[in-house]
């Protein structure tokens, strides 16, 4: 089951801060970030698990409530390289290996 | 560069063609994925390979035939296709099947069918 993003879009000014929110009707094992640029490949950022955790990349964090399956990306002190769109993907299981992305958070980040 | 390659980068083939779009890594990945990305929308999971046999096909029509001939190659064989499978075909490993593992993608293959 495809998990629900929010917000489709945002466009920030340099220095600025985002969160980009994922949520499951489901309980979830896992959820991934990925960060795909125009015409790239998706590139992963992390992995959270259930069991409520929070990680740290650089200004890039992302937490994960597992009471609301929902998990959440913020990005702060934003630089024109965060500019892109954000997925997440969610597993169900350990062994499902059948990730299900979100529709995706475009963002873009201005001078 | 991305550890994931596929050839070739871009495709167009007529409806009536057979193709075949190829994935290769060589980092000791047991899981390869196919997905297929419409612009602006996420990937959608077409198929899974884990340790080189095929564990999860989400409904794809028969056109399309996923092969995996050893753990470093994935191919998908392509015959018959229709103008709404114009895509943009991403390959993907993870280490393991584990849905903690995350997952590297290639830069894809973008397919145009006339």
């Known amino acids: 089951q495809q998990p629900v993003q929010s917000p489709q879009a945002v466009i920030l000014r340099e220095g600025e801060d985002a969160v980009i929110n994922c949520s499951s009707s489901?309980?979830?094992?896992?959820v991934h970030w990925y960060r795909q640029k125009h015409g790239e490949a998706p590139v992963f950022l992390m992995i959270?698990?259930?069991?409520?955790e929070q990680k740290g990349h650089d200004k890039i964090s992302a937490s994960f409530n597992e009471k609301k399956q929902q998990s959440s990306l913020y990005l702060t002190a934003s630089q024109l390289s965060y500019s892109g769109t954000y997925f997440c993907?969610?597993?169900?299981?350990?062994?499902?290996?059948?990730?299900?992305f979100g529709a995706g958070t475009r963002l873009t980040v201005k001078p | 560069d991305t550890e994931v390659t596929q050839t070739p980068k871009h495709l167009v083939m007529g409806m009536t063609n057979k193709k075949s779009l190829k994935c290769e890594q060589h980092m000791g990945h047991r899981a390869m994925y196919w997905y297929k990305q419409k612009a602006k929308k996420p990937p959608e999971l077409m198929f899974v390979?884990?340790?080189?046999?095929?564990?999860i096909n989400e409904s794809v029509p028969s056109r399309f035939s996923p092969e995996c001939p050893n753990s470093s190659l994935l191919n998908l064989h392509l015959h018959a296709l229709q103008p709404e499978d114009s895509a943009l075909y991403l390959c993907a490993s993870s280490q393991g099947v584990a849905g903690n593992q995350p997952q590297h993608f290639g830069d894809g293959t973008r397919l145009s069918i006339l």
């Open positions: 489901k309980a979830l094992y896992s």
């Open positions: 959270l698990l259930k069991g409520g």
């Open positions: 993907g969610t597993e169900m299981g350990y062994n499902n290996n059948d990730m299900r």
């Open positions: 390979y884990s340790y080189e046999k095929l564990s």
